[in-house]
């Protein structure tokens, strides 16, 4: 079983202006394996893979990269897929206004001279489609589609060309867990039919699940390589190669100190933006007391995100009728900047889109939404600004050089953190975060859970929407299940299990309204 | 990196170097044709004359450069600006208004007609594009039935907003003495500036530049500073620094100011930069973009009265083409087509490059239709550079200046990775913004 490697990296150092990504970083992946790559949020994986598949081009970067016995020194990331490599970078890269097909091939039209062979694209997407077990008409647009299924139309369009090295950076990050799964499988089928593949995940279950061996960087180097088979590898194992040390608790102690009910959305009624035969939330209501944390489970797709963003001073669709309620008054909440001057956040799912604005600084993402608080007469204060900036870097580990740094060149993880800090810094009474861990590594994850303690514990109530049940149930202390926009069931921390949590995420509302 | 090359980068605003590259260029074009014009440019009538005659580029470019950062244009300043110019001067030579009260009318008239445009700009979502395509024709249609197609004379006593000098007092040394004072405020304010800002970035505790940064910062401006000072001072006898000039330079100061320093600053930036987030968080992005398109006609307006002023008439054909020179100044002077990038001090250096070009090149005796060619080229050259070496990672023009001296390609990819997310991202965000109902 002695297999020659498919690929070696060798002592590959990356630099970027005042930051130092890698640092010798060597890697070997047999063939026919899959190799996963852990490691904390800037730990240098996205970069290893830049590198690798030639977004960073050779001559940008020191080392050598042996793949298939032949050195090779791809300038782009043509000649990488040429050679049989394909990279499912982090971020979706899909168009969302065009069809399955056009963005299958995109880049990569076929026919000849310039015409499209619309035909044979067409067949030929039936096939991929078929290859991920996608079961969609080619011609939907993307923007149609759910992540789970955009992301599996990534796949697809990396199997066009013949991979023999498959590089998925987070492809489940935004996948709830049957989505994942499909994924997983996908996988490990593809291995059976010989192909390579590498995978960079912070959900450890899965890595544990489906690698063959492990490489850990951590700090932009290596610090080991772990065999699944024979090492005996398990969740603590990775753990402690990521931050040198054992997490003792995947979720912080608290003790909650839960106070009278504050905030409440009664009779909330929203109609799609688009089709107004369509209602996203009818007659819902919720509630949240003061020090509490609040669940919302849900399927990808059940409406969560719809239901917080219309809360969150109508962001979404066509508000038609309920009130929000806080200390026992109602609030009126016709746009953000009610929402936000009422005392509530919203840290959206979707960083990049939603939440940040790419070409801030990490000092003026900070702030961006709270400058009423560093500024009088409508002039910012730069050395609060600054101060301000600086305490979040520091209390949220933020890595970067200064807060003086664009938040376009962080890692994902760390991008994350910046949008916290953001809506930290507004203050609010009412927190919703949804999915707030999405793409952050474990050490990270915790001190999020930390934070979100904390501000339960000064009496604030925070949301929390999340895909991944362990982390409800380990944070909240009541859940509300939605399902097609109708919240279906509340259940407090001790009724709270996957079974129970799944049976009314997948089911219609039985009893009268939830309360 | 060398501390050196930190230096640079604060030295030029810590935004790359592309702002620090356009100041080069500038310096180049006007030296240069200093020396084939055998010091025509440089001559203090000359400057003068520029100050007089392109002071509405300024005007105009502040206002442009605030638009393109959130994400519009304005293609009717010209037309705006003729409008409010025809208005102007029939209030004064029919109604007989004094030139107080018909400054008043105009500034009133730019801002409706700003209101207007903001209209169907922030509440109905028309693209900027468009609408003010539609005021270029309207206002020009308007300003020519107001006017009868043909020239309204101004009174002298209003012409001095466009033609007049700073009034001269005291003794008699051979120069102007309010053009010295105004120098000598003006070095001393940036020297005091520039000390303050040093001490509040040490306060601050963030990365200080070396006081080399800082004495080469104030003796190049100062230096500036005290030969434009002895310029104005030394031209013909009853001139000194225009009064368009003062007006210039105030708004540029101002505007300097909202956009680096203040909330409504930041929200324009917010909103090119990622509209939908900027939404998010509670920016009010109707009252922003109203804002802005009603500060853009008041700003043509102003345009428009100077330049009536220095011609002693408004006309039928008053800012043709205005549009392309404030938005051709913008985007030499670093400006991004998708938004969220630029600055008001870039775009008066733009407009600095563009006019010098124009000055120079009718100097030379080039007929102005190729001057318009060259003006043309230039703009894609400038840009095209800009573009080039963010993609490809290179130090824009200071390092092509100083190519070969040391650096090899490889180890420059600040700006490349500066500009790369920008342009990757920035699509998506549009995207979304359709979701999100207007707010
Ligand atoms: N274009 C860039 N310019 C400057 N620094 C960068 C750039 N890209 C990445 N970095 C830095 O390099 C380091 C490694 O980033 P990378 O994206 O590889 O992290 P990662 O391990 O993928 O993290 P995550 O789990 O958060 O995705 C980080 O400190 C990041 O800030
Ligand atoms: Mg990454």
Known sequence: MANAPILEMREITKRFPGVLALSDVSMTVTRGEIHAICGENGAGKSTLMKVLSGVYPYGTYEGEIIFEGDEVRFSNTKQSENAGIAIIHQELALIPELSITENLFLGNEPGRFGVIDWDYAQSRAAELLDLVGLKEDPDTQIKTLGVGKQQLIEIAKALHKDVKLLILDEPTAALNESESQHLLDLIAGFKKSGMTSIMISHKLNEIEQIADSITIIRDGRTVETLNVATDGVNEDRIIRGMVGRSLENRFPDRTPRIGEKFFEV?????????????????????????????????????????????????????????????????IKVANVHDAISNGIGYVSEDRKVLGLNLLDSIKRATVSAGLGKISSGGVVDALQEYAVAEDYRKRLRIKANSVEDGVGKLSGGNQQKVVLAKWMFTDPDVLILDEPTRGIDVGAKYEIYTIINELAAQGKGVVLISSELPELLGMSDRIYTIFEGQITNVLSAEEANPESLMVSMTSTRKTGPAA | MSKFTEGVRTLTGGRGISQYSMIIALVVIIVLFDIITGGLTLDPTNVINMVQQYSYILILAIGMVMLIIAGHIDLSVGSVAAFVGIVVAQSMAVWHFPPALAMLLGLVTGALVGAWQGFWVAFVRVPAFIVTLAGMLIFRGLNQVIGSSTAVPTPDSYNWIGNGFLPDFGPDFGYSNPTLILGLIVLVALIWSEIRGRRKRIRMHAGVAPMWVTVVKIVILGGVTVFATYLFSTGRVGTSFPVVGIIAGVLILIYTFVTSNTVFGRHIYALGGN?????????????????????????????????????????????????????????????????????????????????????????????????????????????????????????????????????????????????????????????????????
Not at chain 2, 408 to 431: F, S
């Open chain 2, 275 to 439: 509209s939908s987030a900027a939404v998010l968080s509670g920016v009010k992005s109707r009252r922003v973009n109203f804002l802005l398109m009603v500060n853009m006609s008041v700003l043509a307006a102003v345009a428009g009265m100077v330049f009536i002023g220095n011609a002693q008439a408004s006309g039928p054909f008053d800012g043709t083409n205005w549009e392309l020179d404030a938005i051709a100044a913008v985007f030499v002077g670093g400006a991004a087509i998708f938004g969220g990038i630029g600055t008001v001090p870039g775009s008066i250096i733009g407009a600095f490059v563009m006019a010098f070009l124009s000055n120079g090149l009718s100097l030379m005796g080039i007929d102005s239709s190729w001057v318009s060619v060259i003006r043309g080229l230039v703009l894609v050259a400038a840009v095209a550079f800009d573009v080039y070496n963010k993609t490809q990672g290179r130090p824009s023009f200071i390092g092509f200046l100083f190519k070969g001296s040391g650096r090899k390609k490889p180890t420059t990819t600040e700006e490349a990775i500066e500009a790369q997310p920008q342009g990757i991202d920035k699509p998506l965000g549009d995207k979304v913004d359709e979701r999100l109902p207007l707010s």
């Open chain 1, 266 to 330: 009664r009779d909330w009624t929203v109609q799609h933006p688009l089709d107004p035969d369509r209602l996203v939330c009818k007659n819902e209501n919720f509630f949240v007391r003061r020090g509490e944390v609040v669940g919302f489970a849900g399927l990808m797709g059940a409406g969560r995100t719809e239901l917080a963003m219309s809360v969150f001073g109508r962001s979404y669709g066509t508000y038609l009728g309920g009130t929000i309620h806080k200390d026992g008054r109602e």
